[in-house]
Nanobody, 115 residues
Framework: QVQLVESGGGLVQAGGSLRLSCAAS????????MGWYRQAPGKQRELVAA???????NYADSAKGRFTISRDNAKNTIVLQMNGLKPEDTAVYYC?????????WGQGTQVTVSS
C-alpha cells in the first residue's frame, strides 16, 4: 500500500507559478512510476507529467516547456513546478503512483488560474 498526500494548490493569476508536492508513505525508490494527473470539470482525467524510478520523465504536450517534475528520494516526495500558468490549467491535480502492478491516488489538490 502507498498513501499519497498532495499539497501546494491554490489560486493564481495567469502567468504565475505554483509548486505542487506529493508525499508518499513509503520509500519512492521502489515505486516504478510517479506522476501528476489533472481533471477539469466535465473532462476526463489526463496525465500531466510522470517520472520513473530511474529519473526518466514524460510530459503532456500542454505541459512541455512550462512544467517540471522532479523527485526527492530522501524525502519520499515528488514535486511539480508549474510556471506560466494559464486559465486552461485550472483543474484538480492528483498525485499518482504505480507500484507492483497497482495504482494509487492522492486526494487531489485544486489549482485555479484566473485570467
Amino acid at each position: 500500500q502507498v498513501q499519497l498526500v498532495e499539497s501546494g494548490g491554490g489560486l493564481v493569476q495567469a502567468g504565475g507559478s505554483l509548486r505542487l508536492s506529493c508525499a508518499a508513505s513509503r520509500s519512492i525508490r521502489v515505486i516504478d512510476v510517479m506522476g501528476w494527473y489533472r481533471q477539469a470539470p466535465g473532462k476526463q482525467r489526463e496525465l500531466v507529467a510522470a517520472i520513473s524510478s530511474g529519473g526518466s520523465t514524460n510530459y503532456a504536450d500542454s505541459a512541455k516547456g512550462r512544467f517540471t517534475i522532479s523527485r526527492d528520494n530522501a524525502k519520499n516526495t515528488i514535486v511539480l513546478q508549474m510556471n506560466g500558468l494559464k486559465p486552461e490549467d485550472t483543474a484538480v491535480y492528483y498525485c499518482h503512483a504505480r507500484w507492483i502492478l497497482s495504482a494509487y491516488w492522492g486526494q487531489g489538490t485544486q489549482v485555479t488560474v484566473s485570467s
